[in-house]
């Protein structure tokens, strides 16, 4: 049985704030923790859905640049709502690197208010808004990103973790 928890539930998460704990299972037979990452800097982006156009473009640039995140390091943790086996197929097919973490109840999602009111074609549902979180070696989100642009995503990470490093 995968391991999903989170902290209570916030929607308005901003820099400054502390980012809330998490425990998921990931690609790779992984867990990914908050409790883990602690005294590391990190990067959870939450993504919609395992191997669509728009996810892949956005995973698969973050692997293009984790080498250079790795060397500095920055660990980079996927969230999505699909299952384990759905994104461990993702992670294989691309050759994701990175942990790819299973949020199927959607705890973490909610914890971190990505877990959002959607439409589409005017239809209204309940979906993961693309977005994403830098979190400091403290444990407090240094960056936040809402509704990323899948093409320039590792830029903007990119961007701000040399801030970040450099102490900006």
Known sequence: MPVMTASSPRTDLQPGDRAPDFTLSASGGRTVSSAELKGKPYLLYFYPKADTPGCTTQACGLQEVLPKFEADGLTIIGVSPDPVAKIEKFATKYGLQFPLASDEDHAVAEAYGTWVEKSMYGRTYMGMERS??????????RNVW???????????????????????
């Open 146 to 168: 809402r509704k990323v642009k899948p093409a320039t995503h590792a830029a903007l990470v990119a961007e701000a973790f040399r801030d970040l490093s450099s102490g900006a």
């Open 132 to 141: 994403s979180f830098l979190v400091d070696v403290q444990g407090i989100i």
